[in-house]
């Protein structure tokens, strides 16, 4: 069945399974509705948290055989189904099993496997204004719940309303069925998907931009890595010497910009399926690009030709960005769409992160603390991502993720206190020149890069009168 636009429910659960997460301490219990004519479609995606697995799993596993054979699973998916209710107009439905798919055992122990289940409806004739209503009672006591609905693809379907209870096991989804076709239908549906798109799937799929790109650390790595030397000046394969502010601003946007522009095309045709890329190569560049970019932090290994490296490896970034847009399982036309807002979450989120972190960079590169912060976190970045390396190449544990991840959840502390001492650093290593003047005043000359920046002229007091 081709899927319209994925909203809420469907980006919640690609945040939920992408690469880094795993589920601890709940059952996630998510289902997309879609409304036909004749009938509601429902997809649900069950993924145990780490936690409440072995409660889960027993519930499955009957024979306790530790295998979950296809007769299991099938009667699994059934009683799930059993502890639903729907409901059309006040009338009861019998939702029938369309098909049962599980993960592999240990990925479901580890929190990253999901049980799918798909199930459908026939709905009684009827037309004008009509209201389904789902309630999903299965392992209430362990479970977090996610409903939401696709847009129609029947262009005389619109959908009215949605409304939750707070756990969002009660769903009540209301919408108008109508019996008029216009000769404009192509068009009529068109407008009508664009119009829904912009109210509820554009900004959900922007905001999943933000939040994949606020919250990917390796991302975020590279590429503030990558800035860290960019107002620096090289000599050998060391970093001595300051550019001007100009330059700087200058030597930051190119690789920023760069950075985007690769990514955005990789991620352009993955999401179109003009590239196929398999994830785990991918995330192990990623890792890579880090690394690279950690070394040449610390010592100069391409000086001037940042922004290379960073298209090059923004090429592979873009592919990882790709996989998560892809979990929405969009149609071909809602991709166009998804893609525009996911980028532009993308961009905006990364364009905020430069901004915050780019007058910190300009002024601590103007002192000598910054060879500590470049130092430091290039023996940071170096960690994280041998961590990485490590844990997507060879399956090894990864013990550097809880540190890592401290990052984006204090973003904002971390950015205010370099702010901070970017400042304090600053103004403690300006030069100072004293000059007396014909009046016998002194001024005090605090220089910026080279030329005069503002003066302070004062009569000093307590000396010899012939020094005044």
């Known amino acids: 069945m081709t ?36 009938r509601v479609h429902a997809s649900m995606r069950l993924i ?3 936690a409440v697995f072995p409660a889960v799993f027993a519930s499955i596993d009957t024979n306790g055989d530790g295998f979950i054979s296809e007769v299991e699973q099938r009667s699994y998916a059934e009683r799930v189904i059993r502890e639903l209710s729907l409901m059309i107009d006040g ?22 496997g999901e049980i799918q289940i798909e199930f459908t409806a026939e709905l009684p004739g009827g037309g004008g204004v009509r209201k389904v209503i789902l309630e999903n009672h299965h392992q209430n006591g362990i479970s977090a719940y996610l409903v939401n609905c696709l847009v129609p693809q029947d262009p005389n379907i619109r959908i009215l309303a949605q409304n939750r209870n707070e756990s969002q096991s009660v769903y009540l989804l209301d919408y108008e069925q109508t019996e008029k076709r216009s000769r404009f239908g192509f068009l009529k549906s068109w407008s009508t998907m664009v119009a829904q798109m912009d109210l509820v799937g554009f900004a959900s799929v922007f905001r999943l931009g933000m939040r994949h790109i606020g919250e990917g650390t390796d991302h975020l790595l590279f590429l503030l890595t990558l800035l860290v030397p960019a107002p620096l000046f090289v000599t050998g394969s060391c970093w001595a010497g300051v550019a001007d502010v100009r330059q700087s601003v200058l030597r930051i946007l190119k690789v920023v910009t760069a950075f985007t522009f690769a990514h955005s095309i990789t991620l352009a045709l993955a999401t179109l399926g003009l590239v196929h890329v398999p994830s785990r190569p991918v995330e192990v560049l990623i890792a890579i690009s880090i690394l690279v970019s950690a070394i040449h932090a610390a010592r100069a290994l391409f000086p001037g030709k940042e922004p290379l490296i960073a298209a090059f490896f923004g090429l592979i970034h873009g592919l990882a960005f790709a996989t998560t847009l892809n979990q929405l399982g969009l149609g071909r036309w809602e991709r166009v769409s998804g893609l525009l807002a996911f980028n532009l979450g993308i961009e905006t989120m990364q364009l905020v992160v430069v901004a915050a972190v780019l007058p910190s960079l ?25 961590g990485w390396i490590a844990e997507r190449l060879l399956n090894v544990p990864n013990y550097h993720d809880p540190i890592v991840d401290v990052v984006p959840h204090h973003a904002i502390g971390i950015g205010s206190g370099l702010f901070a001492v970017s400042l304090v650093c600053w103004w403690l290593s300006r030069p100072a020149a004293q000059i007396s003047n014909a009046a016998g005043r002194k001024r005090r000359i605090l220089p910026l890069n080279g030329k005069a920046w503002f003066e302070i002229q004062y009569v000093p007091i307590g000396l010899p009168a012939d020094e005044k």
């Open 362 to 386: 300009i002024l601590l590169s103007r002192t000598r603390g910054y060879s500590v912060l470049r130092i430091g976190g290039a023996v940071f970045a170096c960690l994280a991502s041998a």
């Open 48 to 50: 145990p948290g780490v």
């Open 91 to 112: 009338k009861r439905l019998e939702p029938t099993l369309v098909s049962v798919r599980f993960p592999e055992v240990e990925q479901l122990k580890e929190g990253l």
């Open 3 to 38: 899927k319209k636009l994925a909203t809420l429910a469907t980006l919640l659960l690609a945040l939920a399974t992408n690469v880094h997460g795993h589920r601890l301490d709940e059952y996630l219990q998510a289902t997309i509705i879609s409304v036909e004519r004749d």
